[in-house]
């Protein structure tokens, strides 16, 4: 089973409990029995976001009774990608349940610690709206860009939508209410196309002044689909090349 190695913790004086991610089981956690032995076999394999293919034993609570190392993304230690791989740990692990498969969802994870890996860092921002979008889009959560979300009429193609602080989706003008931020046509235009484009494709767009607005907009929605504050985003964003167009990213969303 390809697994990814998400967290670990000593267990008595040999052993550690180790969290993996798989498509086959969702988020689970096994019992790697003599993982602190300087000969064990799982030495040097049980590493944050390393791929390993492994196999389980074991009737009750699973135990690793084999491990393969499969890759080991060592690009991820440099500052700049292991803030953004942070983030995507902390999003993922908000979005998959223990023992829950889901495998949608462990292929966006996959999909997204490459794309962390191997593009240029100040490409990061634009790879994270869509891989958040995708996200929400994975557990239902992904609001239609059409309609407002509010009395669901279609949306003006002429006039700007608007989105609520603490709730994703789109909204009329009618529906704005109090502190809601705009998003102006080009902005909205991005959206379908984030969420369609290919993950390779993802480094490569170039959204220009829109996506500072996309990422105000996608980390409200990200945060209110997951009820949680995320802790490695604003530093991950912080952390940009001098080059990056804005870290304030709702700095263009108002009129
Ligand atoms: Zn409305």
């Not at 089973?1 to 998400?6: E, Q, R, S, T």
Request: aromatic letters at 6%.
């Amino acid at each position: 089973m390809l697994v990814l190695v998400w967290k670990r913790a000593d267990l008595r004086e040999s052993s550690r409990l180790v969290t993996f991610l798989s498509a086959e089981r969702g988020r689970f956690t096994a019992l790697a029995k003599g993982a602190h032995r300087g000969n064990s076999a799982t030495l040097g394999k049980l590493d944050f976001l390393n791929r390993c293919e492994i196999t389980l034993s074991g009737r009750g609570f699973p135990l690793l009774s084999r491990i393969a190392l499969v890759h080991e993304p060592r690009a991820l230690r440099s500052p700049p990608r292991f803030l953004w791989a942070m983030h995507f740990a902390e999003l993922f692990d908000a979005a998959l349940l223990p023992d829950h498969p889901d495998r949608e969802l462990f292929e966006l994870a996959l999909g997204t610690f490459t794309l962390v890996e191997r593009s240029e860092p100040r490409r990061l921002p634009v790879v994270a709206a869509a891989v958040e979008l995708r996200l929400l889009r994975a557990l239902g959560l992904l609001p239609e860009f059409g309609v407002c979300s509010a009395c669901g009429d279609a949306l003006s193609a002429a006039q700007p939508a608007f989105t609520a602080r603490r709730e994703a989706g789109l909204l009329c003008e009618r529906h704005r209410g109090e502190g809601a931020l705009t998003v102006a046509l080009p902005v909205r235009a991005w959206l379908p196309r984030l969420v369609a484009a290919k993950g390779r494709e993802l480094p490569a767009l170039e959204l220009g002044p829109a996506l500072g607005p996309i990422l105000a907009l996608a980390g409200r929605w990200v945060e209110a689909g997951l009820e949680r504050r995320l802790q490695y985003r604003a530093l991950a964003l912080a952390n940009q090349d001098a080059d990056f167009p804005s870290t304030d990213a709702s700095a263009g969303m108002r009129r």
